[in-house]
């Protein structure tokens, strides 16, 4: 079910060993090929996490953020790193990807060079959505621009702090439940700043049961929505590489697999799978693997995109 987001970092491996692995099972959707480097894999032992926070100018606050440098990030100056946004759901905090094991997944499959190093970014969204909220004064909806502060604050604030490849192809971005509506949505309403997503177990609610800062028009909330976004756009949808899994148990499947079929009338490659499992930690926990070998096959597509040697 997973064969599109592995065969992302079997390119990789194969273009580094000249080994192939053991094929993969077929695939629910369909997504492009990516070729990863020549460059040889090395181990490059455990990464460093740290706890930052950026000042927000829209937002009129201060707000934490934990960034995973990789093992090596010190080793040299000269190299560049790509960089995966993990946005957490509503009901967590920027602790909820590493409660969920994404670092030790990290120091794992990075540290032994089984996929390339990565920079990874865990911004803190509360429950707001990761967008810019409407203003409507009967729900008291104060337009609060929780999208602009992640791709206009969050971003520049990473590319200035570390040695990012800072462009599109450099970036990704994803998340969990709440989080990933906000990948979805964010990539579409702020074109040009990512060129990979991932929505894992994307909560993904209705008109009427929504937020109401998510809108309370058609129109409003057409602007704010994943699927209508898409449809709206699919130029834009176009440019990115999808991943999107949603749990057999999830409340939200039918909204993801909505999502799904939209991709595939548009004929837009994306890699789509529904697993076994519930909207919790203990599925997202058990994915965690697949989920950073497609962002390291996305944004590992050539050298340009990949770190860079002294």
Partial sequence: MRAAGLALTVAWSVACT?????????ATGSASPIA?????PRPIGKGRPEMRSVTSAVLRRTLPYFVYLPGGYDDSAAARYPVTYL????GGSNREWIDSGVIDTADRLMGSGT?????IV????????????????????????????TAREVVPEIDRRF???????????????????GAMQLSINFPGTWSAVGAHGPALRPLGDAPTYLGTTALSFAERDPLQLIRTHPDVARTLTYWIDSPQLDPWIVEATALHEQLLADGIAHE??????????????????????????????DRASCPTAP
């Fill in 272 to 301: 789509w799978t529904s697993d076994p499992g519930g909207h919790d930690a203990q599925y997202w926990g058990a994915h965690m693997e697949a989920y950073l070998r497609f962002y390291a096959g996305a944004l590992c597509r």
């Fill in 115 to 119: 996929i390339p190093p990565f920079i």
């Fill in 87 to 90: 946005l957490h759901g509503g």
């Fill in 36 to 40: 990863g480097p020549s460059t040889s």
């Fill in 18 to 26: 000249g080994t192939p692995p053991p094929p993969a099972p077929p």
């Fill in 163 to 181: 040695r990012t490849v800072a462009k599109p192809q450099g970036r990704a971005i994803g998340g969990l439940s709440m989080g990933g509506h």
């Fill in 122 to 149: 865990l911004p803190q969204g509360d429950q707001e959505y990761w967008v810019d909220h409407v203003v409507d004064r009967a729900t008291g909806a104060n337009g609060e621009k929780w999208g602009t502060y």
